[in-house]
């Protein structure tokens, strides 16, 4: 019988792939599983032991001892696997609190139960072992490309056999989701497909490797494979836009200066980003040249609209893109596709229209900053237009300006300039203290001096600190009439609703 556990142990090992180590736990628990239901029905006990069996991988012979965990208190009085720390048992072993004490008991018979338990206990500990060993093994694989087999297709999602072609009952099993496939792509039983692995989630089910064909990481990686630089880091591929299955568009940057990337990306008579693109149902690929200046590298991505004039807004994150009338179809791409990706692959906002409309646009907003400055700087119109036209936007930019910005501008001396500087530093300084005078608690007239020093006790110095109590935190802080304290509560919060 002791040899027949140690062949089971190694044939289940050698079957499964799984460790000698889980087997021989599943045959300890299925044996003291039997053990504490024997021990139950002989004595006709209302409570269950704990029970430990240990196996000899030598000899095959098992040793089973009942076991109570040492304890401060006894939780409950009908339980018999607790002892007291202070228990006679305990003395000789001086064991701890959360420690075993532990006596040998007979051992019970391996036979066909005890082997039908294990065999129960020995599936799970396969499984849960197989699950762990996909998910470790597949975990690391994240951000690559992943092949397989198209196993079954269910409800759009698409099922991936994963293992070797001739492994049996393979649970390696990949899913792309249908939302994650590139629409209307035409996927059947048995074809080899692959995909980016995009997640790996250990579930109840078993582990769930989840692969897409439309994110842009997916068209990176295709690159990757077909371009030889890329692997070698002459090239780099810095970030891809798609509508999947249709169009996209894809930044490159060589690190070698005689290495001309969006060629290399293109290959000998298109083969290369050809062979891309068939993988992707025939989607069109733009390849653009990245640069680190952000305008030229819109320029770049506006391809293959050509760009007469640019403005960027560097606070809102945008620009505003000019092209010639006839152009401004193609700019803006059907349903507004290339406009769209290049704005995706740039990171920027893209506002699209033709020159006569940029024109106008900057024409007005001219004119509205003309306006600012001659209010604000008390400047005449023929200097206000000026600082417009070259691109001052605020009073902050006139007043932080590098000097040599300013020298070359021609209309302008250098009294002038420091003019102009001292004056948009002084109404910047001006504006600052309205602002903070309008926030302070002392513009509130039902709030007294002694009630402001209560308050910046508590760490409350202005309007915004005082908008975000409530009547009754407020009442805690100072004396007051509730009707007053709502009243100043809701007078700090006017500024929240002038907002909205």
């Not at 001309?260 to 290369?272: L, N, P, Y």
């Not at 509205?368 to 008390?378: A, G, K």
Request: glycine share 4%.
């Amino acid at each position: 019988m002791n040899k027949e556990i140690l062949m089971v142990i190694d044939t289940v090992s050698n079957e499964k792939n799984v460790s000698k180590a889980v087997i021989v736990d599943a045959i300890q628990h299925a044996l003291a599983s039997s053990v504490k239901k024997k021990y139950r029905l002989d004595r006709k006990c209302e409570y269950d032991i704990d029970a430990r069996v240990s196996i000899d991988l030598e000899t095959g012979e098992y040793t089973t001892y009942r076991r109570w965990e040492v304890v401060e208190e006894i939780e409950d009085e009908m339980s018999d696997q607790q002892i007291l720390v202070s228990d006679e048992l305990n003395k000789d072993n001086k064991l701890s609190i959360g420690d075993f004490y532990e006596e040998e008991i007979e051992s019970i018979e391996f036979g066909r139960i005890v082997a039908m338990a294990a065999k129960n206990v020995i599936v799970q500990k396969v499984r849960e072992a197989e699950r762990t060993r996909i998910v470790e093994m597949y975990e690391p694989k994240i951000g690559q490309l992943i092949f397989g087999i198209v196993k079954r297709v269910e409800k759009g999602n698409i099922f991936i056999d994963l293992g070797m072609p001739d492994k049996q009952n393979s649970v390696e099993e990949a899913m792309i989701l249908k939302d994650a496939l590139i629409p209307r792509e035409p996927i059947r039983p048995g074809d080899r497909i692959r995909g980016y692995l995009r997640d790996v989630q250990s579930e109840a089910r078993g582990p769930q490797l989840y692969i897409t064909r439309k994110a842009p990481e997916f068209l990176v990686e295709l690159f990757k494979l077909e371009v030889p630089e890329v692997g070698q880091g002459l090239i780099e591929i810095l970030g891809a836009a798609r509508d999947p299955g249709l169009r996209a568009k894809i930044s490159v940057k060589s690190n070698d200066p005689k290495l001309d990337a969006i060629g290399a990306c293109v290959g000998m008579r298109g083969s290369r980003v050809q062979s891309v693109s068939n993988e992707l149902s025939g989607e069109r690929i733009d390849i653009i040249m990245w640069d680190e200046d952000p305008a030229k590298f819109v320029i770049n991505a506006m391809s293959p609209a050509e760009v007469l004039s640019i403005v960027v807004d560097e606070e809102k994150h945008s620009m505003d893109i000019a092209v010639a009338e006839e152009q401004l179809s193609q700019a803006i791409g059907r349903g507004g596709q290339n406009v769209r990706l290049a704005s995706e692959l740039t990171g920027w906002d893209l506002n699209v229209m033709s020159k006569d409309d940029a024109d106008t646009k900057i024409m007005e907003e001219n004119k509205s900053l003309s306006s600012l400055f001659m209010e604000e700087l008390n400047v005449d119109q023929d200097v206000a237009d000026v600082l417009a036209r070259e691109g001052f936007s605020s009073l902050d930019e006139i007043a932080f300006c590098a000097l040599d910005e300013f020298n070359n501008i021609d209309d302008f001396d250098d009294d002038l300039i420091e003019e102009l500087r001292k004056r948009a530093t002084d109404k910047i300084e001006s504006n600052k203290a309205i602002i903070e005078k309008e926030n302070s608690l002392s513009s509130i007239e039902e709030l007294s001096a002694d009630n402001i020093k209560k308050l910046s006790k508590h760490n409350i110095n202005n309007r915004e600190d005082l908008a975000d109590l409530s009547v009754d935190e407020l009442l805690e802080m100072i004396d007051l009439s509730k009707d007053i304290a709502g009243k100043i509560i809701m007078d700090a919060r006017e500024p929240w609703f002038n907002q909205e």
